[in-house]
């Protein structure tokens, strides 16, 4: 079966810090994977979504970048954290081509201070 | 662009009783989807939708996708404690597949 895994849980981070957040999933091949942010109280916003290594399209323009070294492997950095970054941000991955369906990781709650 | 309107914003009911909530939107959407997120940790799918119409159950969970493209609905029989949550709709956008929209969420309270 498959898994999504995100690390770390919970984060808390200076202003102007580097940020680094990583998803990686198991059991699949070849998925689609995304990023989002979910601000308190409120739903989720796309930020970046992967259709395969090294291909990374962007939804929302920001200070945030990511990065897919690995086919299973997706990574959300920033050179420079902002306090509006504070958030849950939330991977998730679906089956390439075929599925709408999209599978969530545990999330990662930063606070930028 | 297309967006998703979610209401009730929240909901407070007693255990036991039954639980309607909608989606709607300006746009058509051509699937829809169902959450459900506990607190601190990440949304779960519950029920997914493909084709207008469609009536769909998942345990105590029916969801279906309205005739005109432009709405959707979620009826939760019996409630339990364990149904307390946010439930958010989705849906991907029609011109790009991997663009997925978010309803704002229902929040539900279960009072035992």
């Known amino acids: 079966s498959q898994t999504i895994h995100q690390w770390p849980a919970t984060l808390v981070q200076p202003v102007g810090s580097p940020l680094s957040l990583e998803c990686t999933v198991e059991g699949t091949s070849n998925p689609n994977l995304y990023w989002y942010r979910q601000a308190a109280g409120r739903g989720l916003q796309l930020l970046f979504y992967?259709?395969?290594?090294?291909?990374i399209s962007s939804e929302v323009p920001q200070n945030l970048s990511a990065s897919r070294p690995q086919d299973r492997q997706f990574i959300l950095s920033s050179k420079k954290l902002l306090l509006s970054d504070s958030g849950f941000y939330l991977c998730a991955w679906s089956v390439r081509l075929s599925s709408y369906e999209q599978y969530f990781g545990p999330g990662t709650r930063l606070t930028v201070t | 662009g297309q967006q998703l309107n979610q209401s009730p914003q929240s909901m407070f009911i007693q255990e036991g009783e039954d639980v309607s909530m909608n989606c709607t939107s300006s746009?058509?959407?051509?699937?829809w989807l169902w959450y459900k997120q506990d607190p601190g940790e990440g949304p779960v799918l519950l029920i997914a939708l493909y084709k207008a119409g469609e009536l769909t159950s998942n345990g105590r969970l029916t969801a279906q996708f309205g005739i005109t493209r432009k709405d959707s609905f979620l009826n939760i029989s019996a409630s339990i404690p364990s149904d307390v949550g946010i439930y958010f709709c989705a849906g991907p956008t029609n011109y790009n597949n991997n663009d997925m929209r978010f309803g704002a969420g229902t929040r539900l309270t279960v009072k035992p």
């Open positions: 992967s259709v395969g290594i090294g291909q």
């Open positions: 746009s058509i959407f051509n699937t």
